[in-house]
């Protein structure tokens, strides 16, 4: 039985959508395979952790891609010559026609209708223990996932079919040409699924063997973002749209601005925040003996730690993560890894100095960066002692168990000192100390870590978020973790946002609170009057920028938040351009500009170019389903 039932699965997640009427005919071989199926609760249990693969994994080789989409997370750019073609997409080289590993046109409906055929077939087994609570939770379960896959397939795509059911065989072919829906009636069908799912299931599980199942919480914290996401400019009364139309007619984007959809989504986050809160859901926090923050090990351990372990901030994360691939791609190649995934030198810019300030205020036609003169960042020479702050994190060179640990070493380039936690917590750079290797990382051109090489790294960093302290690639050994699909550090973050865009002067003190939630985890002053603090953004327009900056530092690197927060706002010139680094060529511990073997000075390694907010129907599809319509710019 095993192998009918495996073969079935395989089947059902294999078929493109028009064949699903072969999968579904109704035989009475095919009846008698579900029937063993759901007879059998092991097989049921199988049958329901394969829908949940849908989950996107952002540690993984192909999740990943998405914060490369983005202008956060820079895989290596001579990864296209082995056909990884998200750099394609980077430079702009990219049509319906493309192919992409994750395809979420064709293998998210697959899930969907995976999830459909379990509503209809599962049932109690009470002689199997599978009793008829349990059959509600999974029943739940999977509305919650058919919701939430049409959620993503939303949020890339943006006009798509809406999937409310299996298909019936015996209907004629023209019913399985699918038919885009309004944003806005797609938005409507999962806010309401959400709802339900969130009446259903408990908040959290008592059963250990339970986590990573959907609860309340995950269901209500989904249902928040798809509201924010609704109301955003993108999609909210956007006048690049219009005219855009379904196969009936109907306007795909409402191009009338609706204020009421920020009412709405902040009206989700409040509950969402209610109830994490009551559940006991908090922002993780390792502290130093007198009872003090440590931003390193916070902002390092929430991404390492388990809810069992104490990490209450996680909200919604997946078992079964590639974390392993993530390790190996961002540990350097002289001591076993690729030392191919990168991060952009617009990313290095954006994280704050330890007193809180922003170091760039923009850049200059030339590349070259506005440097803000009250932050005391600098990009000349090199530091002339260690730094050391208070912090249990050992990462650098002499640190052991101390609560007073270097933070950098003395002779580091000026750039990389005095900024805060998350900085070194996110971000490999050429010089610094690692750990693991017990010697200083070395991406110079020919140096251990370095070129060349289409695994190193091409614009001289690589991610060290999410990357475990204590992998070793050399010996095949991946500490195990879970993937974080979302977090509380996210959300409190995003009520912010709603609540500045409702009304940022009624709103301001609650604002500030959230944001400096987050500030004070991170161990940097937050906005305020007082003496040390920064200063209060003046309107709804700065405080939009600084929420959007935070955003960007404390959730970098993590689930496409960086792509959607870009794509949200329309800030599509932070997609095009080049994009810079230090200089690959460079053999020299120098910041000579006039000298091209000088390692420390900016340099472009890719030029991008912007094509279209939303990912492109496979053109396949489109030649097929006389009812499908190519999203704008993909014409």
């Not at 697959?110 to 939770?137: C, D, G, W």
């Amino acid at each position: 039985m095993k192998y009918i039932y495996q073969y079935l699965f395989l089947i059902l997640c294999m078929l493109p959508c028009s064949s699903c009427a072969d999968y579904l005919d109704k035989e009475p071989d095919n009846q008698l395979t579900l029937e063993m199926v759901f007879n059998d609760k092991l097989r049921v249990e199988e049958w329901l952790a394969g829908i949940y693969t849908g989950l996107p994994d952002p540690n993984c080789d192909q999740d990943r891609d998405i914060d490369a989409m983005g202008d956060d997370l820079n895989p290596s750019v001579q990864w296209e010559g082995f056909g990884v073609n998200i750099i394609s997409y980077e430079k702009g080289n990219w049509t319906p026609s493309s192919h992409w590993i994750m395809d979420y046109w064709n293998r998210l409906p697959k899930k969907i209708r995976a999830a459909y055929l379990f509503i209809e077939n599962v049932k109690p087994l009470p002689e199997q223990l599978l009793t008829e609570e349990e059959v509600e939770y999974m029943k739940a379960e999977c509305r919650f996932l058919i919701a939430f896959f049409h959620d993503q397939l939303l949020k890339f795509y943006g006009a798509i079919p809406l999937y409310t059911g299996t298909v019936d065989p015996s209907s004629s072919g023209s019913d399985f040409f699918v038919m885009q829906e309004p944003f806005d009636r797609v938005v409507d069908w999962i806010d309401n699924e959400y709802k339900e799912v969130a009446r259903i299931l408990p908040p959290s599980y008592i059963d250990t063997k339970k986590y990573g199942r959907i609860t309340s919480i995950a269901s209500l914290a989904a249902r928040a973002k798809l509201l924010q996401f609704a109301a955003s400019p993108l999609v909210n009364g956007n006048p690049d749209f219009r005219g855009y139309q379904n196969a009936r007619g109907e306007n795909i984007f409402n191009p009338v601005v609706d204020p009421k959809k920020w009412v709405k989504a902040k009206e989700a986050y409040e509950e969402l925040l209610k109830e994490a809160d009551k559940a006991g859901h908090e922002l993780y926090y390792e502290r130093l003996s007198d009872g003090t923050i440590d931003p390193f090990l916070s902002y390092q351990n929430v991404m390492m730690r388990a809810y069992d372990q104490g990490n209450k901030e996680i909200l919604f994360g997946r078992v079964g993560s590639g974390y392993w691939s993530w390790d190996f791609a961002a540990t350097p190649r002289g001591y076993g890894g690729s030392g191919a995934l990168g991060v952009t030198q617009g990313l290095v810019d954006d994280f704050f100095m330890s007193n809180g300030l922003r170091p760039i205020l923009g850049y200059n036609p030339d590349g070259s960066p506005k440097i803000n003169p009250a932050s005391g960042y600098t990009e000349r020479g090199f530091s002339t002692e260690d730094e050391e702050r208070p912090t249990r994190w050992k990462e650098v060179q002499g640190n052991e168990n101390q609560e007073q640990n270097k933070v950098t070493l003395a002779g580091t380039y000026n750039m990389y000192c005095n900024r805060e936690a998350r900085f070194y917590v996110s971000v490999l750079f050429n010089d610094c100390w690692f750990r693991k290797a017990n010697r200083a990382t070395d991406f110079y051109h020919n140096g251990k870590d370095g070129g060349p090489s289409h695994d190193a790294p091409q614009n001289g960093y690589l991610v060290r978020k999410k990357s475990h302290p204590d992998a070793d690639p050399r010996n095949n050994a991946y500490p195990k973790r879970l993937a974080i699909i979302y977090r509380l550090a996210d959300f409190y973050l995003g009520y912010a946002e709603c609540l500045n865009e409702i009304d940022y002067v009624a709103n301001r003190k609650e604002v500030l609170k959230y944001v400096n939630l987050v500030r004070e985890r991170a161990g940097i002053p937050g906005y305020g009057l007082e003496e040390g603090d920064v200063a209060i953004p003046s309107d709804q327009k700065s405080m939009r920028e600084a929420i959007l900056l935070e955003r960007r530092v404390e959730l970098n690197c993590e689930s496409a938040y960086r792509f959607h927060d870009i794509r949200r706002w329309k800030k599509k010139e932070l997609l095009s351009g080049d994009f810079y680094g230090m200089n690959f060529a460079g053999t020299l511990k120098s910041d000579d500009a006039n000298n091209p073997k000088a390692f420390y000075k900016r340099m472009p390694y890719i030029t991008r170019r912007f094509v279209s907010y939303w990912l492109p129907v496979p053109q396949t599809e489109i030649d097929i389903n006389p009812n499908l319509r190519q999203l704008p710019g993909w014409w």
